[in-house]
């Protein structure tokens, strides 16, 4: 992993911090975002550079605020981040039957990939911890 990446937008940089920080939460890195002389956002590991903390763009927890509009600017995007395109691939490619039906029964959607990652016998970082044990995590 490069210590410094380079996005032409700030909303872009801050997606890839935040999938960066999931991806390494194992192992204590944190990533931030900041504004370069050039106006472009580097996605920079932060124990790595020698900025003030006030530099630092403010991340947000999580995307339960996702506007659609958010969701039109990822699906326009001509490079997506990899975790964007996976994503919406999944629905792209499905039955439009089956979005409306799960639209219109309000299948609740957490609940199967809950289930599906109890499954599979991991806990939240990835950690083999067997059957029981990941239905107790997944499926409280």
């Known amino acids: 992993?490069?210590?410094?990446?380079?996005?032409?937008?700030?909303?872009?940089?801050?997606?890839?911090?935040?999938?960066?920080?999931?991806e390494y939460r194992t192992n204590n890195k944190q990533f931030g975002v900041i504004q370069s002389t050039n106006d472009d956002y580097l996605v920079v590991l932060k124990d790595s550079v020698s900025f003030e903390r006030k530099n630092f763009e403010k991340l947000p927890c999580d995307?339960?605020?996702?506007?659609?509009?958010?969701?039109?600017?990822?699906?326009?995007?001509?490079?997506?981040?990899?975790?964007?395109?996976?994503?919406?691939?999944?629905?792209?490619?499905?039955?439009?039957?089956?979005?409306?039906?799960?639209?219109?029964?309000?299948?609740?959607?957490?609940?199967f990939i809950r289930f599906e990652l109890a499954a599979r016998g991991f806990d939240k970082n990835h950690q083999w911890c067997g059957f029981d044990k990941a239905e107790k995590i997944w499926l409280k």
Do not use: C, T
């Open 1 to 22: 992993m490069k210590k410094l990446l380079r996005y032409p937008n700030k909303q872009k940089a801050v997606d890839k911090a935040l999938w960066l920080n999931f």
């Open 63 to 111: 995307y339960s605020k996702l506007s659609y509009k958010k969701i039109q600017m990822i699906a326009m995007d001509e490079d997506p981040l990899n975790h964007w395109e996976e994503i919406r691939g999944l629905f792209s490619v499905m039955d439009g039957e089956l979005l409306r039906y799960i639209i219109h029964s309000k299948i609740p959607l957490e609940k």
